[in-house]
């Protein structure tokens, strides 16, 4: 699972499968436009691809042309944006500048992404002192303000489109890095529960800041297991929260910043407990340790599902089950079934 995929949560079986997908390709995009952040935000980025496409045609005047008796104008019929310290037309150079300033970000994120994600990824896969140096570089990048740090990349490189867009790109580059060195426990409580539900239950795991990423340890784990793994993805708790939704009767998060963080208003009130699971990925050291912790994680979970799947909850009253999932909560469980 990865960093955010925190919590995860129990359905009655349905038909429908694991990692419910949308009706059509155009599902998402409606949920987007829907919300009124997502609708604000498509526009103006139509908005301004618009403009980088179409502004210099727009352009009323020329970007370039110097005029040292209007110098620093205010904005007017014949100048909408005024001018600037050169008498230049400011909103003809909003207009012609934007494709550049379109290329510069579209490159910057995308040199990010190719070198970001292989990092985060060979990190969270090798780790031992491959994942502690990896990780030890981005903290340190990670500690220098980023336009003080693209400043000085563009200083020592030189002045030039390309070289901003590296100076971009690397200053973004650690935030891909840790998006993809994800961890995961949730993803494992989720193909737990469906295994020892045996039908009656179906697991579902999400968090608050998904990463998009699934840890390679514990899907090589689930493999060894012999538990599926296809279709295994890092998930919102959002996505739950839809009318739409799954309908949900158990949620349980799984890490303390989880239990700490303010839920959605879940469908239906299911009920909730805490069953705190030690991060395996916040391990360094050797592959053999960082597997170990994986293994416990595993094995805990396993457990407390074990005990949950076994308890008679149709004969149970809610206060009654509610102190019952407390307990599995508190338990200590270990390694022994």
Avoid at 31 to 53: E, F
Avoid at 65 to 85: E, I, K
Avoid at 217 to 245: C, N, Q, V, Y
Wanted: hydrophobic share 50%; net charge positive.
């Amino acid at each position: 699972m990865s960093v955010a995929a925190d919590r995860f949560a129990v359905g009655p079986a349905l038909d429908q499968p694991l990692d419910f997908v949308p009706k059509s390709r155009w599902t998402v995009p409606r949920r987007i436009v829907s919300q009124p952040k997502g609708a604000i935000g498509v526009t103006l980025v139509v908005v301004y691809v618009l403009l980088a496409v179409f502004g210099p045609m727009l352009a009323p005047d020329d970007a370039f042309r110097q005029n040292f008796g209007a110098t620093l104008q205010r904005p007017s019929a014949a100048h909408w944006f005024g001018t600037d310290q050169l008498g230049r037309d400011v909103l003809s150079r909003v207009l012609v500048g934007a494709r550049a300033t379109l290329g510069i970000g579209v490159g910057g994120v995308a040199l990010a992404f190719l070198i970001g994600v292989p990092l985060g990824v060979l990190a969270a896969w090798r780790r031992g002192w491959v994942d502690a140096a990896t990780m030890r570089v981005v903290d340190v990048m990670l500690s220098f303000p980023d336009i003080v740090f693209a400043l000085a990349i563009v200083a020592i490189l030189g002045a030039n489109t390309q070289n901003v867009i590296v100076a971009v790109g690397t200053v973004c580059v650690p935030v891909f890095a840790r998006t993809a060195r994800a961890v995961t426990r949730s993803i494992l409580a989720e193909q737990l529960m469906n295994h020892w539900g045996h039908g009656l239950f179906r697991g579902y795991s999400a968090g608050s800041h998904p990463k998009g990423v699934v840890h390679p340890i514990a899907l090589a784990l689930l493999e060894h297991m012999k538990l599926p793994t296809a279709g295994l993805r890092s998930k919102s708790w959002d996505d739950f929260a839809r009318p739409d939704a799954p309908r949900l009767d158990f949620v349980f998060t799984v890490c303390d910043n989880a239990a700490a963080e303010v839920c959605p208003v879940w469908p239906g009130q299911p009920m909730t407990a805490h069953w705190g699971v030690a991060d395996p990925a916040a391990v360094e050291g050797p592959e053999t340790q960082v597997w170990l912790a994986f293994r416990k994680a595993f094995r805990e979970l396993e457990n407390r599902i074990k005990i949950f799947v076994s308890l008679p909850i149709r004969s149970l009253d809610r206060l009654r089950l509610q102190e019952r999932l407390d307990a599995i909560g508190r338990a200590h469980v270990g390694e022994a079934d």
